[in-house]
């Protein structure tokens, strides 16, 4: 079962599953909303290039060879865009155990990384400033490490729906840390 | 207090910590005096090195390090409309009700403030620094400044001479410019707790060791005074291009046991070293403040300095003895400051500086200004593409230009990524109990308030 909130912002939406047997799994997911626009824009830049490579090497004035290889560079543009796109990326709290961090793409690939639950020091939720833009972003401290680990690698989703997660991440890693700081002696 | 209006200002420069100076303490004193009078303060600059992100410093001021290089002399590289999307964004994002800029040769300040008129932002602007007008290099900055205070809303300068400068270079209506000078936070300039034996006179000197802060002054004046004045000592904090030719001077006369060369002193050491002297000598050739002098009157030292700029309107005639910046007469002037030294009072110079200078009075003044600034009326863009064809036949033509091209741009990114897109910042409010930090809305901060 699911409680889904969309609306929340144009381009995303925020699903929360919460399964409490056989075993307790704490799962949010951050969807990507289809857009219509930039694959179309996409597939049509690429088109366009292979066309201008196509002429421009079979062009009768003056052919042009080095032109050949515009064909297979549109063609790998058009392949980049489709395996890169996102479809939705997945926290999956297992607590006192750990963190899947998924992201999944339109191609069908999926890209898992798992954090022990010893292994986090606490969420943290930051602002990232790029040269042209700034924007919210969620990372884990690890512990022995001294770069932090994105939850969110390719999306970049609201602070509304970072908030929940980030509350869910640091409720587990505060039962999990508790266990941990027990000990081999109790 | 009914007409009390919490401002949320953006505070940018090329300038600012971790980098020491006039510009940067004052930044950071104006921003943390705004804080405490209910004021949302954020900074803008260049990152520094590593330091790039946010930042959040003491009492909750947020600085923006823009992960743009600087290229020359601290500047951020000028690229006219590279910054109008992190720019937008931060305005946006922080609920920003003003922009103020500082520096005149900050190129990120003038940047943020054309990108801050051309999306309707009112904007101050505060000039650090005296500029010449015969040179190439001034005629260019004056330019560029004419340019960007051709629509200021208001702007601040810290001393009469600051404002005649900057008026005459500019072509500001003078009714727009206030003058509120810098201060000095004597509570961490005070005076040494025993008095300094008199038999023998430590001279100190601080300051960046080159050509504009009359370091070859002090090459002339330092050997005269040392001949004259068996008893007298110098200590010269700083380094710079000219610190090669204070060596030099020193190898030449033989002064190795009375010049003491220190290089480059830490912020946080001036206080130390200032008041293991007796008097303070300041030889800039040209000065619109400086906050020096203030900072080695609150350490209780008399002060020895040149008469340029603003200096003459610092201290008080009882405190500084002035001097042309000429070796002889800054000889003259010190001779005259060590007959004057059994009478200064160093705990009462102290006392007297807290009451003259103070950051609270800089900030409240400072509010009025914001005030003023946000009455002005809002304009379209013709009507203020006409205060930019004023600027000169040719220079007019392309002061338009740029501000259409820089409109255009804005509005092209206004569909690309709409301000409905650009999440707003909760504030933060600091509490005392480090662990208390929440996210409050702005509603709740003002019924708090």
């Known amino acids: 079962m699911g409680d889904k909130q969309s609306g929340v912002h144009a381009k995303y939406d925020y699903i929360h599953d919460q399964e409490s ?12 909303r289809r857009s219509g626009a930039k694959p179309v824009a996409a ?11 196509f002429f421009a090497f079979y062009s009768k004035e003056k052919p042009n060879i080095l032109a050949v290889w515009g064909i297979p560079l549109g063609a790998l543009l058009m392949m980049k865009l489709c395996w890169r796109t996102v479809k939705k990326e997945s926290v999956l709290i297992m607590p006192t155990f750990g963190v899947q961090l998924e992201t999944h793409y339109r191609s069908g690939r999926i890209i898992r990384r798992f954090v022990p639950m010893g292994k986090i020091l606490k969420p943290v939720l930051q602002e990232c400033v790029t040269p042209v833009t700034c924007y919210w972003c969620l990372s884990l401290l690890l512990r022995d490490e001294e770069q932090l680990m994105l939850v969110f690698k390719e999306i970049r989703s609201p602070l509304k729906m970072l ?10 890693a505060d039962e999990g840390g508790g266990l941990e700081e027990c000990g081999p002696d109790g | 207090m009914a007409d009390w209006r919490r401002h949320r200002i953006l505070m940018v420069s090329d300038f600012f910590y971790p980098n020491f100076g006039g510009v940067e303490s004052h930044i950071y004193y104006l921003s943390q005096c705004l804080l405490e009078l209910g004021h949302k303060v954020v900074v803008m600059t260049h990152a520094y ?3 790039s992100g946010v930042r959040y410093m003491t009492g909750g001021l947020k600085v923006y390090y823009i992960p743009w290089k600087p290229f020359l002399m601290q500047n951020t590289l000028p690229t006219f409309y590279g910054t109008l999307p992190i720019i937008r964004n931060i305005l946006i994002r922080e609920k920003i009700s003003l922009v103020h800029g500082h520096q005149a040769f900050s190129t990120l300040c003038h940047e943020a403030l054309m990108h801050a008129r051309t999306m309707g932002y009112k904007v101050v602007f505060t000039d650090h620094s005296l500029y010449g007008f015969a040179d190439i290099g001034s005629i260019h900055m004056n330019k560029v400044l004419q340019f960007t ?12 001479t600051s404002k005649e400068n900057t008026v005459l270079r ?4 003078p009714a727009k410019v206030f003058v509120i000078p810098n201060a000095v936070d004597t509570a961490m300039f005070t005076p040494a707790p025993e008095r300094l034996k008199s038999d023998e006179i430590v001279i100190v000197v601080i300051s960046r060791l080159v050509y504009r802060k009359g370091a070859d002054l002090l090459v002339e004046v330092i050997p005269e005074v040392c001949r004259l004045f068996p008893q007298v000592r110098f200590i010269v904090g700083g380094d710079g291009p000219k610190r090669v030719r204070l060596e030099e001077m020193r190898e030449k006369h033989s002064l190795q046991d009375r010049v003491e060369m220190l290089g480059a002193v830490p912020h946080a050491r001036v206080r130390s070293v200032l008041i293991s002297g007796h008097i303070f000598l300041n030889s800039s050739l040209t000065e619109a403040f400086c906050i020096a002098i203030l900072e080695a009157a609150s350490c209780g030292l008399l002060t020895v300095s040149t008469r340029v700029g603003g200096v003459p309107e ?30 200064i009072d160093p705990q009462e110079m102290h006392a007297r500086m807290k009451k003259l200078y103070d950051w609270r009075d800089v900030a409240r003044r400072t509010e009025i200004v914001y005030d003023r600034a946000l009455k002005c009326s809002n304009q379209n863009l013709l009507d203020r593409l006409s205060r930019y064809l004023s600027c000169g036949s040719w220079a007019g033509k392309l002061f338009c230009l740029v501000m259409i091209i820089d409109f255009l741009f804005w509005c092209l990114l206004k569909l690309l990524q709409p301000a409905a897109d650009i999440e707003e910042v909760p504030d933060m409010v600091q509490f005392h109990h480090q662990d208390e930090e929440i996210l409050m809305d702005d509603s709740q901060h003002q019924s708090s308030r």
């Not at chain 1, 908030?163 to 587990?172: D, Q, T, V």
């Not at chain 2, 500019?170 to 209506?173: G, Y």
């Not at chain 2, 070796?327 to 002037?333: F, G, N, S, T």
């Open chain 2, 170 to 173: 500019s072509s500001l209506p």
């Open chain 1, 21 to 32: 047997s056989p075993s307790p799994l704490d799962a949010h997911h951050v969807e990507v």
């Open chain 1, 163 to 172: 908030i929940p997660i980030w509350k869910a991440l640091c409720a587990a």
């Open chain 2, 49 to 51: 090195a590593n330091r």
């Open chain 1, 43 to 53: 597939c049509f830049f690429a088109a366009l290039v292979s066309a201008y490579a």
């Open chain 2, 149 to 160: 205070l051709a629509d200021v809303s208001q702007a601040i300068c810290v001393s009469h």
């Open chain 2, 314 to 343: 610092v201290l008080p005639d009882d405190m500084v003895v002035l001097a042309e910046p000429d070796p002889v007469d800054m000889v003259r002037a010190i001779k005259k400051a060590i007959a004057l030294l059994p009478r």
